[in-house]
């Protein structure tokens, strides 16, 4: 095996390795706590300050309504503990299609009172809300881009819907898969909150924020010192979030021509896929759809062996989020589109990133057809 070809993207994606200067500054140079009164903590105050600006300017924001966290798992928590702050018995609506974050979040504070909105079986979330208390709901909460299957929601519309039907508690959008990869506007949306991990745009691991329309309402989860306007203690990870906002600057400034790039490389997959007897598309062309991730499923064996030989030769794909990655029989997400393949077969998630190449498109094929010859007995 010679070269390894990464396709798992939204799991993770490599540093822009232009970055790790920006790392090297912020851990040896300018290095101090930024509480620190001297002028070197002063220096590293400014630093923080700068990119919050960036970050918030990048998505529509302004500054003191973005609160740096560890990444979006402690966001999305710290939006659901905030929904469920309000009141005894908090009332959450979301859908059957999130993150592991936000339903084991909702499972917590929540258990008794979460409605959940329908999907069809590509994912799409049905916009309707009937048969829900949404005029008493707290939060709703939503993922923008779901991680296993790709599927686009028009959050706009339903945040336009529940407002329409009587909903004045917070939305959240959770926005990881989304991004540096789609444009993302917190005013044009009009969210309550959003939520994002560097890590999935080429940024460092450990590092993300949330968005708060009205922060004065947030209440903290993390106790400590006042950083982050007192909503999330802690020493501020410097470094991570000057590197965070120098990444979402360059995956927003290349977006077009990256996106580009991915609907080529998604497209031939796609093309492979349906002159395939054994692969299948997860969810119809046709939906709305990030052309970064892509969900196929096969008959050829079981999602964890197949995923070996793949390895095997050399490419790195997953099955679906990283909780589940050898075991998609018990992905929510795919049971909620009545996707779930069944222990004889194996269901696929190919991600791209801006460091994808052709090559790396290619070189997925030629495996697959070597899987056919090998699985197809
Ligand atoms: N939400 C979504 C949609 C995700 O894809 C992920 C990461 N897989 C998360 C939340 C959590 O991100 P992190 O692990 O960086 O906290």
Redesign the pocket.
């Known amino acids: 095996m010679d070269k390894i070809h990464y396709l798992d993207n ?2 993770t994606t490599k540093l822009y390795p232009e970055l790790m200067e920006t790392f090297q500054r912020y851990y040896l140079d300018v290095f101090a706590n930024p509480s620190s009164l001297h002028k070197a903590g002063l220096m590293a105050e400014k630093a923080v300050l700068n990119s919050r600006k960036l970050v918030a300017g990048l998505i529509g924001a302004s500054e003191e309504q973005i609160i740096f966290t ?5 966001a ?1 928590n710290l939006v659901i503990a905030n929904g469920a702050f309000k009141r005894a018995e908090p009332v959450m609506i979301t859908s059957k299609i999130e ?1 592991s ?2 339903k084991k979040a909702l499972n917590f504070y929540a258990h008794e009172h979460i409605y959940y909105l329908n999907n069809d079986q590509n994912g799409v979330i049905f916009t309707d809300f009937d048969n829900m208390e949404i005029e008493s709901a707290n939060l709703i909460t939503v ?1 923008y ?3 296993e299957i790709g599927t686009i929601q028009n959050v706009k519309e339903l945040i336009k819907k529940a407002k329409a039907k009587g909903f004045r508690g917070m939305f959240h959008v ?1 926005a ?2 989304a991004i540096g990869k789609i444009p993302v506007d917190v005013k044009d949306l009009d969210c309550d909150f959003l ?1 994002a ?1 560097a ?2 745009f080429k940024g460092p ?1 450990g590092v ?1 924020f949330l968005y708060c329309k009205n922060p004065k309402l947030v209440n903290a989860m993390v106790f400590g010192g006042g950083q982050e306007f007192g909503k999330r203690a802690g020493t501020e990870n410097v470094a991570g979030i000057c590197v965070m906002a120098k990444a979402l600057s360059k995956a927003c400034k290349d977006m077009a021509a990256n996106t580009k790039k991915a609907f080529e490389f998604k497209q031939k997959i796609v093309d492979y896929v349906k002159a395939s007897e054994h692969f299948a598309l997860t969810i119809d062309e046709d939906v709305k759809q990030s052309p970064f991730i892509l969900s196929v499923r096969s008959d050829l064996a079981p999602s964890e062996v197949l995923l070996h030989a793949y390895a095997d030769e050399g490419i790195y794909l997953s099955s679906g ?2 909780c589940n990655s050898s075991n998609p029989q018990t992905s929510s997400v795919l049971g909620a589109i009545g996707k779930a393949p069944s222990p004889e077969t194996a269901v696929l998630r190919i991600s791209f990133a801006a460091d994808t190449g052709i090559n790396d498109i290619n070189a997925f094929i030629k495996a697959s057809e070597k899987m056919v010859s090998r699985f197809n007995k």
Do not use: F, L, Y
């Open positions: 939204a799991a560890s990444g979006a798992s402690e999305n993150h974050s936000v993922i881009v779901n991680n959770d990881t898969q939520t991990s890590h999935k691991k993300g989020s990283a």
